[in-house]
């Protein structure tokens, strides 16, 4: 049984910056893509990041490029996401998620392509 489990949201003024990270023991990270969703209150979950198996190709949704950067090591089996300058429009909960059919260098940005998910971890972003 996959865990991957999140860490380091929390609450936030607008402007502010947080990293989330997630781990997971039962799985090899090289041999996955790892991808960072949100979900707002009302609100379909939706792509912010995410990397492939090998670690290259980082992609980011339109809302927070140039705001965000993931970091995936292979070796600690984690995958951080930092977000500077942080909008009340990005308070969600969010989530990490684990891809294992996909090629080294493909990075999936639909929910319905990843096969294990965390819990979430929420974020506030305070105006």
């Known amino acids: 049984q996959v865990h991957l489990v999140e860490s380091g949201g929390g609450l936030v003024q607008a402007g502010g910056s947080l990293k989330l990270s997630c781990g997971a023991s039962?799985?090899?990270?090289?041999?996955?893509?790892m991808g960072w969703f949100r979900q707002a209150p009302g609100k379909e979950r939706e792509f912010v990041a995410g990397?492939?198996?090998?670690?290259?190709?980082?992609k980011f949704a339109e809302s927070v490029k140039g705001r965000c950067r993931i970091f995936k090591d292979n070796t600690l089996n984690t995958v951080d996401l930092q977000m500077d300058s942080l909008k009340p429009e990005d308070t969600a909960v969010y989530y990490c998620?684990?891809?294992?059919?996909?090629?080294?260098?493909?990075?999936?940005?639909?929910?319905?392509?990843?096969?294990?998910w965390g819990q979430g971890t929420q974020v506030t972003v305070s105006s």
């Open positions: 998620a684990a891809a294992t059919q996909y090629s080294d260098v493909y990075v999936p940005t639909w929910p319905s392509e990843y096969n294990y």
């Open positions: 990397v492939s198996r090998s670690g290259s190709n980082p």
């Open positions: 039962e799985l090899t990270f090289s041999r996955n893509a």
